[in-house]
């Protein structure tokens, strides 16, 4: 049985219509095993939802209570939507919650026998600096881990992962929503508790800043760089350097995306940002314009990195090998760039709008 679910719910298969049901945090989805099979008949880019859609809760009756050292957060420092969940752990105080692991930058074969490639952790800490071997199983990929937390699961084999140490299951793969939970449900124990990214009073702000900026920035660099044709490219191309000007616009008045406060809708776009003139200006050929010739994109930019926590999450050397060395359709040979080595913690003027 196939249930293929695109809103904030758990994939369940009922009990009562499935054989192979086991528990009920055990999914069966179908779908892409990567994001670069994500390609529709017109040649456009179409990323699937993601399957893992489970809440933690302060609520300590709750399925997913939350409870210090329970989870674990895997990521890529390559993966803009899994830095999103690192940036929230760091700067929210909760290293000492919820304890993460970084996989290699370069895909790899994830299983003997068949042809997938993806996230692969290394033999031993010393094999590529950042990375770390899995601390909880020993697993080989984040593949087995998606297999331990179900046998049925067929679709992509994504980081982030949320990993219920107790359960041995996977809570959520969808960084939209971590980062929703690591901002309110652990903050009896964050340090930062009183840093808050969705604020009550900025939330249609920044739902609707999200909206289009995923669309067009977040999301759009990989229309442009996953496309297949020349006419879903341009579109997509078109439509990302119409929302970077009226980004630049915006923050020409204010200091942040959403006014004067920081908040979740900064870190989505910083993330997208920080590997723009890196990788998808060559890579994904967002050209048109770099974002160092952006004056207020670029100083924003460097406001975000200099936020006590955040410089941590930015490793460009797995960056690059990443994009570069892990699509051999868009890059077969694998070269790196040498890029422009631009300083991010150089001074800014971002101060200027502080109230």
Known sequence: MTLFLPKPQIALCPKEKCPTFRSPFKHIIRMA??????TSQSGAFTRTPSAFRSVISRDPNAPFPAE?????LYISYACPWACRCLSYLKIKGLDNVIAFTAVKSKWERTKDGDEHMGWAFPASETEEPGAEPDPLYGARSIRQLYEL???????????????DKKLKTIVNNESSEIIRMLNSEFNDMA???????????????????????????NNGVYKCGFAKKQGPYNEAVGKLYEALDRCEEILSKQRYICGNLLSEADIRLFVTLIRFDEVYAVHFKCNKKLIREYPNLLNYSKDIFQIPGMSSTVNMDHIKRNYYGSHPSIDPLGIIPIGSHLDYSSPHDRAKFSI
């Open 33 to 38: 095993r990567s994001s670069i099979d994500e």
């Open 68 to 72: 210090s050292g329970r989870y674990h």
């Open 149 to 163: 937390a179900s046998a049925n699961y067929t679709g992509k084999y994504s980081v982030p992962v949320l990993w």
């Open 191 to 217: 340090e930062n508790a009183a840093l808050d990214l969705y604020p009550p009073h900025l939330q249609p702000q920044i739902d609707e800043i999200n909206e289009w900026i995923y669309d067009r920035i």
